[in-house]
């Protein structure tokens, strides 16, 4: 009875720990990868990438190996299961010891097979031992954060910035530049574009906020990364105030604003109508919105907070 017993308590041990560790993990979507959770990337039409099928890949990968260890986990409580209940069936007991021995080595063979092709990997790269299996897949070049960031006239500090924790500074919001070419430079000297990543795609950033401008400074410093402003000033709604520019979506940006600051909580997380198209909606923690539109033309509608400058 007491060895009965003992293997009960390991059988449901073996079951147990597994989803302990799960329920550990701060974010279990993350075991499967992909923004939002899931195998697939988060990406519609023209936006997907041959970088979204290497994520793919690797979900696939990452999956394949947490639902081995899963079934594994299950297969072996059953062979304990087996074990406890043959009483005196050499048959019963016999059968336990097979699938307990089939499924170990199929295990071993999995992680095996994972951990070998990481050390080649390791070797050929010289990388040391590093996942092989984690891409990073980046669209556009990154940068470092430039040290010659426009200055904004100041006033008061304010708190609230995200990030590092650094002070925001209100701005005076009635500066604006005058000429597209003077927000262009801007811009470059900020870092924001420049080289391979044109700054705009013709569009015209005349009347653009100095506020607005200094906003995707920090944004650009904030992911590392560089992108271009697709719409600046246009007549009618928020655009009209030169505090609001659409920016071409890329990866490395899309993945630090969804990763870095929270959903709108007036929707809930959730895809709404966006002018005329849809899209979910972010707030940094100066309230500046940041709006993942969806349709014939994804891009991201970022709003700076009037009199505000959030740094991260």
């Given at each position: 009875m007491k060895k009965k017993a003992f293997l009960i308590v390991?059988?449901?041990?073996?079951?147990?720990?597994?989803l302990a560790v799960f329920a550990a993990d701060s974010n279990p979507s993350s075991l499967l990868s992909g923004a939002g959770g899931g195998l697939v990337p988060q990406c519609e039409g023209p936006e997907c990438k041959?970088?979204?099928?290497?994520?793919?890949?690797?979900?696939?990968i990452n999956f394949g190996v947490a639902f081995s260890v899963i079934v594994a986990t299950l297969m072996f409580a059953y062979a304990g299961v087996l074990y406890v209940t043959a009483a005196s069936s050499p048959e019963q007991i016999k059968k336990a010891h097979g699938v307990f021995t089939n499924v170990f080595v199929g295990l071993l063979l999995v992680l095996l097979a994972w951990l070998l092709v990481n050390i080649l990997f390791s070797v050929l790269t010289g990388r040391g031992l590093a996942?092989?299996?984690?891409?990073?897949?980046?669209?556009?070049?990154?940068?470092?954060?430039?040290?010659?960031?426009?200055?904004?006239?100041?006033s008061t500090l304010v708190t609230g910035g995200a990030g590092a924790g650094r002070p925001s500074t209100v701005a005076s919001v009635g500066t604006a530049y005058s000429t597209s070419a003077a927000a262009i430079a801007a811009l470059e000297r900020g870092g924001v574009c420049g080289g391979a990543v044109p700054c705009t795609d013709g569009s015209s950033l005349a009347g653009?906020?100095?506020?607005?401008?200094?906003?995707?400074?920090?944004?650009?410093?904030?992911?590392?990364?560089?992108?271009?402003?697709?719409?600046?000033?246009?007549?009618?709604?928020?655009?009209?105030?030169?505090l609001k520019v659409d920016?071409?979506?890329?990866?490395?940006?899309?993945?630090?604003?969804?990763?870095?600051?929270?959903?709108?909580?007036?929707?809930?997380?959730?895809?709404?109508?966006?002018?005329?198209?849809?899209?979910?909606?972010?707030?940094?923690?100066?309230?500046?919105?940041?709006?993942?539109?969806y349709g014939s033309q994804p891009h991201w509608d970022i709003e700076a907070k009037r009199g505000r400058?959030?740094?991260f």
């Open positions: 390991v059988a449901l041990v073996l079951i147990f720990i597994p041959a970088c979204d099928l290497t994520d793919l890949a690797n979900n696939v996942v092989w299996s984690h891409v990073d897949c980046i669209e556009n070049p990154t940068t470092d954060p430039f040290a010659d960031v426009p200055i904004l006239p100041q653009l906020r100095v506020q607005t401008v200094n906003q995707l400074i920090e944004l650009h410093q904030g992911c590392g990364c560089q992108f271009t402003v697709t719409s600046g000033v246009r007549l009618g709604g928020a655009h009209a105030t030169g920016v071409r979506i890329n990866k490395a940006l899309s993945d630090y604003i969804e990763r870095t600051f929270v959903p709108d909580p007036r929707y809930g997380g959730k895809r709404v109508p966006w002018g005329s198209q849809e899209a979910y909606v972010y707030n940094d923690s100066c309230g500046n919105v940041y709006a993942r539109e400058l959030c740094t």
